[in-house]
């Protein structure tokens, strides 16, 4: 698995200046971060709404194989927007929001670690909004798979009666953004398109309509 240049990049800067020899025998951010992201990867499930992942994680280290001179809340920083990134990429519901941390631990093996991750569902920052005019209703898209119906056990509710109990999921993955109907029953439609049970592209913009509200999709 090979991690994105920009996720790379972030996570050399937290040893930039260090000597070849700080890390002789040591374990580097990127080599952390490759290893919790391989885990991720062997332990996705599918849910209702598609593949999905823990969201809490703990990367177990020996003490031997941690570099001295790492601020250790900076390195679980940039581990835990790693895995955030890499999750949006592929298109992995979090159900809350994501959180690494590392432990120094003696019991580990050198040059290996232990991964490992829990659910723990709680809000997570939007990165969307659909926005309707008449009535003025904002609705907030914060998972990377997200269901939209009136159901209270919807991702996101929005209580209008022409909608069905799950209308639709929108899904951010690969750099891009689609919305699939759920066989709902009075349909969606993008720019004025009825769509169907395959994903369809969604852009900023880009007017959806549910029931007879008119939302345009505007990302945060």
Same mark, same amino acid.
């Given at each position: 698995?090979?991690l994105?240049r +920009?996720?790379e990049?972030? *996570?050399?800067?937290l040893?930039d200046?260090a000597s070849?020899?700080v890390f =002789?025998g040591k374990?580097?951010?990127v080599?952390m971060?490759d290893? *919790? *992201?391989?885990q991720a990867?062997f332990?996705?499930t599918?849910?209702e709404?598609?593949?999905?992942?823990?969201n809490?994680?703990?990367?177990?280290?020996n003490?031997?194989?941690?570099p001295p001179?790492i601020d250790? +809340? +900076? *390195? +679980?920083q940039?581990?835990?927007?790693?895995?955030s990134?890499?999750?949006a990429?592929?298109?992995? =519901?979090?159900?809350?929001p994501?959180g690494v941390?590392?432990?120094s631990?003696?019991a580990v093996p =050198?040059?290996?670690?232990?991964?490992?991750?829990t659910s723990e569902?709680?809000?997570?920052a939007?990165?969307?909004?659909?926005?309707?005019?008449s009535?003025?209703?904002?609705?907030?898209?914060?998972d990377?798979?997200?269901i939209?119906?009136r159901a209270?056990?919807s991702d &996101? &509710?929005v209580a209008?009666p022409?909608l069905? =109990?799950k209308q639709?999921?929108?899904?951010r993955?690969d750099?891009a953004?689609?919305?699939?109907?759920?066989?709902?029953a009075n349909?969606?439609? &993008?720019?004025?398109?009825?769509?169907?049970?395959d994903?369809?592209?969604?852009?900023?913009?880009?007017?959806v309509?549910?029931?007879?509200?008119?939302?345009?999709?505007?990302p945060?």
């Amino acid at each position: 698995m090979k991690l994105a240049r +920009e996720i790379e990049r972030r *996570l050399e800067r937290l040893v930039d200046g260090a000597s070849a020899a700080v890390f =002789r025998g040591k374990m580097h951010p990127v080599d952390m971060a490759d290893r *919790l *992201l391989r885990q991720a990867d062997f332990v996705v499930t599918q849910g209702e709404a598609g593949p999905e992942i823990p969201n809490t994680w703990t990367l177990r280290i020996n003490p031997s194989d941690l570099p001295p001179e790492i601020d250790a +809340e +900076e *390195l +679980e920083q940039e581990l835990t927007h790693a895995v955030s990134e890499f999750a949006a990429d592929r298109g992995w =519901r979090i159900n809350g929001p994501i959180g690494v941390v590392v432990i120094s631990d003696t019991a580990v093996p =050198r040059g290996l670690t232990d991964c490992s991750g829990t659910s723990e569902p709680g809000p997570i920052a939007p990165w969307s909004q659909l926005v309707a005019a008449s009535p003025p209703l904002v609705v907030e898209i914060s998972d990377n798979r997200s269901i939209l119906g009136r159901a209270m056990e919807s991702d &996101v &509710v929005v209580a209008v009666p022409e909608l069905s =109990r799950k209308q639709a999921i929108i899904v951010r993955a690969d750099q891009a953004v689609t919305i699939t109907d759920l066989s709902s029953a009075n349909g969606t439609h &993008v720019n004025g398109a009825l769509i169907g049970a395959d994903p369809f592209p969604l852009v900023p913009g880009d007017t959806v309509t549910m029931g007879d509200i008119d939302f345009v999709f505007r990302p945060l």
